[in-house]
T-cell receptor, first 112, second 109 residues
Framework: DAGVTQSPTHLIKTRGQQVTLRCSPK?????VSWYQQALGQGPQFIFQ???????QRGNFPDRFSGHQFPNYSSELNVNALLLGDSALYLC???????????FGPGTRLLVL | RKEVEQDPGPFNVPEGATVAFNCTYS??????FFWYRQDCRKEPKLLMS???SGNEDGRFTAQLNRASQYISLLIRDSKLSDSATYLC??????????FGTGTRLQVFP
């Protein structure tokens, strides 16, 4: 039973560029959330997708957008990258009726 | 004020020691409470949920005090493998987890 997978594992971009991160949820899970974890901080909620719609959003600018596909996989897009966007981006999935969220290994983004 | 506050540590303890971590949360509407463990450069993993009655899982005991908005984690007989960052987490609904900054634990031989 595959857990949550994310790609790529690492990414280096320059300021102003755009990036797309991908997530495949755990088998049987239909709800995907994205979190940003800066160095030395706890993860911060970006948004959550269910039934291909954004259901809730944290305090992140519109430069952060996402998408969920019919197979429940999800993408996180960040436009006009800033140095401060450098972080570990975590995807978490759960079933629609479940409470426990399972995290993927993350994508480590460095913006130069 | 942060929504979830933890002492960042580090806590340096010898093997076999008992160590306790504390956490406070600001929103009294919080519904669910968890401790997650995060190893260096890895993803957070659920250690245990926290219930008002208190709960135990082997060497780990978690307590919740809703009146004081306080959560604790007690680790008995510390092992080298317990070295990690422990994240206190609250949940207002099932869509958004609120994490503390984490408490770093280092267990030495």
């Amino acid at each position: 039973d595959a857990g949550v997978t994310q790609s790529p594992t690492h990414l280096i971009k320059t300021r102003g560029q755009q990036v797309t991160l991908r997530c495949s949820p755990k088998s049987g899970h239909d709800t995907v959330s994205w979190y940003q974890q800066a160095l030395g901080q706890g993860p911060q909620f970006i948004f959550q997708y269910y039934e291909e719609e954004e259901r809730q959003r944290g305090n992140f600018p519109d430069r952060f957008s996402g998408h969920q596909f019919p197979n429940y996989s999800s993408e996180l897009n960040v436009n006009a990258l800033l140095l401060g966007d450098s972080a570990l981006y975590l995807c978490a999935s759960r079933t629609s009726g479940g409470e426990t969220q399972y995290f993927g290994p993350g994508t480590r983004l460095l913006v130069l | 004020r942060k929504e979830v506050e933890q002492d960042p540590g580090p806590f340096n303890v010898p093997e076999g020691a008992t160590v306790a971590f504390n956490c406070t949360y600001s929103n009294s509407a919080s519904q669910s409470f968890f401790w997650y463990r995060q190893d260096c450069r890895k993803e957070p993993k659920l250690l245990m949920s926290v219930y008002s009655s208190g709960n135990e899982d082997g060497r780990f005991t978690a307590q919740l005090n809703r009146a004081s908005q306080y959560i604790s984690l007690l680790i008995r007989d510390s092992k080298l493998s317990d070295s990690a960052t422990y994240l206190c987490v609250v949940n207002y609904n099932t869509d958004k987890l609120i994490f503390g900054t984490g408490t770093r634990l280092q267990v030495f031989p």
